[in-house]
């Protein structure tokens, strides 16, 4: 017999195979691993802690939404906030474009923090490092309390390329995301514009890619790492780094960005939504109302893009390649034990 979440799984993936949005091969793949025990490829991940977390919601538990850009995170966000099955609703507001996610037992206190509930509290888009040097004393200032709660962080992430492209073709069409705070050490940081006016509308890809100064290159990693481990944002705004300086900031930053990602509650890979799906429910005591679905064709994959030019992007995202590299291994990894652990509940 079959653990109640595995036969949801398995029924979702049945369901979309047949629909042509996912391979069979796919669910094969997943039933196949059902009737077996959980084989690690290697000793990566022997000391990774990952299984399901005590999230109280009725106490002091906060999760917090760490939305990188064009990695999915809108359509997660307005999942956590619209489709979770709870026992107090997030009561929609006047504006429509947020809802108020609070505990069961109060009016004031909310157990969410994302852009769809709270709002940008820390800023837009704000990275780890400002989160965590901020929620805690943005809440009890909203919430007008002072109360030792603890934290679940959650992400999202995306393949490199293709996010990349993604925020590239989002600015051409006028995003700029200029209410960005780039925030280390409770310090501020100016990072100099890549464009004059309003907007970079109309950019080229090549004028995009050139700039040294936009944070579009290695977003994922940057904002996944705690960047006061790195002399914070100098490796944008000190022009007389060597290059040798600024690989070893490199480098720091991508082992800070690894380790975040391992101790985060939960994360998921956007090109997986079935999986993202299962392993969260499995993470925490809350369930989705619907199925995930998974969308294989997006405005970055429809938009071509010269073989040359993904050299560039490979080499200008070179730390988000190496960080999605590890955040593969490490989902596939949190996969086959959630397998392996819903199939010991159910024999």
């Keep these: 017999m079959l653990s109640s979440r595995l036969r949801k799984l398995h029924t979702t993936f049945i369901g979309v195979a047949a629909t042509g949005l996912l391979m069979t091969a796919y669910y094969l793949n997943v039933t196949a691993r059902v009737s077996i025990a959980m084989v690690p490829d290697t000793n990566e991940f022997a000391d990774d802690t990952f299984g399901p977390v005590q999230f109280d919601i009725d106490g002091s538990d906060v999760m917090v939404f760490l939305h990188i850009q064009k990695t999915g995170g809108s359509s997660f966000g307005h999942h956590l906030v619209s489709d979770l099955i709870l026992e107090k609703e997030c009561d929609i507001l006047e504006n429509r474009k947020r809802r108020n996610c609070l505990r069961p037992n109060s009016e004031t206190e909310t157990w969410l923090v994302s852009e769809y509930s709270t709002g940008w509290i820390c800023g837009v888009h704000s990275g780890w490092t400002e989160l965590n040097e901020c929620v805690d004393k943005k809440l009890n200032g909203h919430q007008r309390t002072v109360h030792r709660r603890k934290y679940f962080y959650v992400t999202i992430l995306r393949n490199p390329i293709d996010r990349y492209v993604s925020e590239y073709c989002h600015v051409v069409r006028g995003a700029t995301w200029r209410t960005t705070k780039y925030s280390c050490n409770h310090r501020g940081y100016d990072i100099p514009w890549c464009y004059k006016g309003l907007d970079w509308r109309g950019v080229s890809l090549r004028e995009f890619m050139s700039c040294p ?54 994360f998921g890979v956007t090109e997986e939504q079935l999986k993202l799906q299962a392993l969260f429910e499995f993470t925490f005591p809350l369930r989705f109302k619907k199925n995930f679905i998974q969308y294989n064709s997006t405005r970055a994959t429809d938009f071509n893009v010269s073989d040359k030019d993904i050299v560039e992007i490979k080499r200008l995202n070179y730390l988000d390649i190496e960080l999605y590299k590890y955040a593969k291994r490490l989902f596939n990894f949190r996969f086959r034990k959630f397998i392996s652990m819903e199939s010991d509940v159910s024999n």
């Excluded at 705690?226 to 600024?246: A, F, G, H, I």
């Design 213 to 266: 100064h936009n944070m579009a290159a290695n977003r994922q990693t940057r904002m996944l790492a705690d960047l006061r481990l790195v002399q914070c944002y100098d490796r944008w705004v000190n022009d007389s780094l060597t290059p040798q300086q600024v690989l070893k900031m490199e480098q720091g930053i991508l082992k800070s960005a690894k380790e975040n990602l391992k101790r985060m509650s939960y």
